[in-house]
């Protein structure tokens, strides 16, 4: 999953292992992503993206 810093582009969060480069990061698992979601908003990181929409079903 990626997210972005609109604030910080050069974020480094040492507790989740975490650095932003250019204002993105990619992050693999679950917990780091939950984690990030859980940072405070004035530090600009939300996640991008997302699943895809799904396909409506034909008969």
Do not use: I
């Not at 969060?13 to 250019?22: A, E, N």
């Not at 993105?24 to 979601?37: C, G, H, I, Q």
């Amino acid at each position: 999953m990626r997210f972005t810093s609109s604030v910080y582009k050069e974020l480094v969060v040492h507790d989740l292992g975490v650095t932003f480069v250019d204002g993105e990061a990619e992050v693999s698992d679950k917990a780091t992503a939950d984690a990030l979601r859980a940072l405070p908003a004035d530090l600009g990181v939300r996640a991008v993206g997302g699943r895809p929409a799904k396909e409506p079903a034909t008969s």
